[in-house]
């Protein structure tokens, strides 16, 4: 029998995750709301079981099969999220688990999946690479397969998050939602346009993989290439037939993100929020971040869907960001093979009050002159003002800087 995703499945799904998925809270940002001139609150689906929203999907799913589907267990593919949620529904219940995970997915992602109890395997690059080999294995052992997004049951689990914003804040006027297969996406804009249709729903995908975005502009389902994006948890080539078709019928716009957006929003968040992002679940607030969406005079509601960020990606998302800014600056500087020249160079950067992080001499650059060797310098700023005095001083004193 088939199922429709609506506002009735969303609410008995409300019901069923009720006491196994934490309600998250929603609190206004006073901080953020200078920078875009209205009113910002978040959603923090990091903070929920499992560190992401996967878990109302799956938990939805899992309490839809029957005693007989239980029993020949469960299988299923993720870019690491789902893949936590449907490890702990299933061992909650004595279902055997079984989850096929890209290579690149985080370690954290990969332990923790495996810390709930679900039998772990690694396959391709990318979450399709892992949704065929996860094909494949359910044929050969008849095990359910749980979809981790483009199923009724999954898209009407992370529907609830929806239920739960108007509850927090019934005039929300904007909601902006990240996009990987779009699950959350078509769930929440089912639930917030079925109870008010003037709420605007924005989605927001990486703009290395924008399947969602070619999908809804050419009005077919698109595959994209493969690509790399420090949002990990989003990164899918093929969005699903059933996301795709509520999203073209609810969804008013999607938009996407650069790399290096992504990477100020989790700064931003991190530095002025407190809170611990990861890539995917930080695509909203960089949309916001980077002016890519009119919030000003608006409630504005941000959805941060996960913080189950590897601790190793964490450090070169940071350092990412922190070079966009200007507060880290890494350049190399050609000077004399002489007694004395490394030491005026760096009294001259910390008389500017800069730090420096890093410095190395060579003279094994066959551009060099005879008598010449290069210093390369990683230097810590205040921000991208400071940086470019630094910069400045060190060309008024003749340098010649390689950046």
């Known amino acids: 029998m088939d199922v429709t995703v609506n506002l009735e499945l969303i609410r008995m799904a409300q019901k069923t995750i009720k006491g196994i998925a934490k309600k998250t809270p929603l609190i206004e940002s006073q901080s953020f709301e200078k920078i875009i001139g209205g009113s910002l609150y978040f959603k923090y689906e990091n903070l929920q079981k499992t560190g992401s929203f996967k878990i109302r999907g799956a938990i939805n799913k899992i309490s839809s099969l029957t005693d007989e589907e239980k029993k020949r267990g469960v299988i299923a593919s993720s870019a690491g999220n789902h893949a936590q949620g449907v490890a702990l529904g299933a061992t909650a219940q004595g279902i055997y688990s079984t989850i096929v995970m890209p290579e690149t997915t985080p370690i954290a992602k990969i332990s923790a999946t495996k810390g709930y109890g679900a039998n772990v395997i690694l396959h391709g690059l990318a979450y399709d690479d892992a949704y065929e080999k996860a094909c494949e294995i359910q044929k050969q052992t008849n095990a359910v397969f749980l979809h981790p997004f483009n199923d009724p049951y999954v898209i009407a689990g992370q529907g609830t998050i929806a239920l739960e914003i108007l509850e927090d804040l019934p005039d929300v006027e904007t909601v902006i939602v990240p996009i990987g297969g779009g699950g959350m996406l078509a769930g929440i804009a089912t639930g917030l346009k079925e109870i008010n249709p003037n709420i605007e729903v924005i989605g927001v995908e990486t703009e290395n993989i924008p399947s969602m975005k070619v999908s809804f502009e050419s009005g077919k389902l698109t595959t994209v290439p493969p690509n790399v994006t420090i949002a990990d948890g989003i990164n899918v080539r093929t969005p699903g037939n059933l996301t795709f078709s509520i999203i073209q019928k609810y969804v008013d716009k999607i938009i996407t993100v650069t790399e290096n957006e992504i990477a100020d929003a989790v700064l931003y968040l991190m530095e002025k929020g ?130």
């Open 274 to 403: 407190k809170i611990l992002a990861e890539g995917a679940g930080a695509t909203p607030f960089a949309a916001v971040l980077a002016n890519k969406i009119d919030c000003k005079n608006k409630k504005t509601c941000v959805l941060v869907s996960g913080g189950n960020v590897d601790i190793t990606l964490i450090d070169r998302i940071l350092n990412r960001a922190l070079i966009n800014q200007g507060r880290r600056f890494e350049f190399r500087v050609k000077v004399l093979d002489r007694y004395g020249e490394t030491e005026k160079l760096v009294k001259l950067i910390t008389e500017c009050r800069a730090n420096i992080l890093y410095i190395t001499q060579s003279m094994y650059n066959r551009d060099l002159g005879i008598n010449m060797q290069e210093i390369t310098f990683v230097i810590e700023c205040s921000d991208m003002i400071h940086r470019n005095m630094v910069r400045d001083k060190i060309l008024k004193a003749e340098y010649i800087i390689s950046e």
